[in-house]
């Protein structure tokens, strides 16, 4: 079982930055891929980032590649997004995901989520 708490979400201006944290329960979290997702109103979540149980690949939708950074700190069970140079159409609720099981891949089907945490930018 994984709990999952984010946290660093607000309000900033377009072209501005946020770094978001997930922070994990767990004793095996070191074991398990690691994503963002993100979901604006009116729209389906949508993947933005992952990376694996060992920080050695991560993954960006195109939308954010370049200006997101998904980093992993596992002696600190926290993952966390680097979003700069941020843009009013980022905008959404920001969702950390672990996989289902230690190894798994990152889907956004499956595994553990937490509550969210709203990123708005204005324009």
């Known amino acids: 079982q994984v709990q999952l708490v984010e946290s660093g979400g607000g309000l900033v201006q377009a072209g501005g930055s946020l770094k978001l944290s997930c922070a994990a329960s767990?004793?095996?979290?070191?074991?398990?891929?690691m994503g963002w997702f993100r979901q604006a109103p009116g729209k389906e979540r949508e993947f933005v980032a992952a990376?694996?149980?060992?920080?050695?690949?991560?993954y960006y939708a195109d939308s954010v590649k370049g200006r997101f950074t998904i980093s992993r700190d596992n002696d600190k069970n926290t993952v966390y997004l680097q979003m700069n140079s941020l843009k009013p159409e980022d905008t959404a609720v920001y969702y950390c995901n672990a996989a289902p099981a230690p190894g798994a891949t990152i889907t956004g089907t499956m595994g553990y989520w937490g509550q969210g945490t709203q990123v708005t930018v204005s324009s």
């Open positions: 767990g004793r095996t979290f070191s074991r398990y891929a």
């Open positions: 990376i694996t149980w060992s920080g050695g690949s991560t």
